[in-house]
């Protein structure tokens, strides 16, 4: 039966279960093409319920996937207002980008001629 301990089907649930859970994926322990031979052998209802699981799963790793953008978003956002300071009159970097800031180059030329520097 699908539910005893040494059951191929309880592993792979369990399987998928960690493979959900867990980032980055483990390694699979069952292909995909070991799944659908061994699909053949269950009842209706054992393959519904197995559907239902990795649907479940699916949903969670969703969930967990939009919650950890909103998060990184939230964080972005924060630090953006934060330094909003930076860049208002009497900020540390007004200053470099204000309008009226007297220009950082002497010339156009110089100002063309400055390029990308690197170590390379």
């Known amino acids: ?5 040494e059951s191929l089907f309880l592993k792979m649930v369990q399987d998928m279960g960690s493979i959900a859970l867990s980032h980055p994926p483990p390694e699979k322990t069952v292909t995909k093409t070991e799944i659908l031979a061994a699909l053949k052998n269950l009842t209706a209802e054992e393959r519904l319920e197995i559907i239902e699981t ?5 949903r969670e790793e969703i969930e967990e996937k ?12 924060a ?13 540390a970097l ?8 007297e220009p950082y180059f ?4 110089e100002y063309l001629n400055a ?6």
């Open 94 to 101: 007004h200053d470099l980008w204000s309008a009226d800031s």
């Open 79 to 91: 630090a953006a207002e934060a330094a909003v300071k930076d860049y208002m009159p009497g900020g």
């Open 1 to 5: 039966m699908w539910n005893r301990p």
């Open 106 to 109: 002497e010339s156009e030329e």
């Open 54 to 58: 990795a649907s479940r799963m699916m």
């Open 66 to 77: 939009a919650q950890r953008k909103a998060e990184r978003k939230q964080k972005l956002r």
């Open 115 to 120: 390029g990308i520097k690197t170590n390379a």
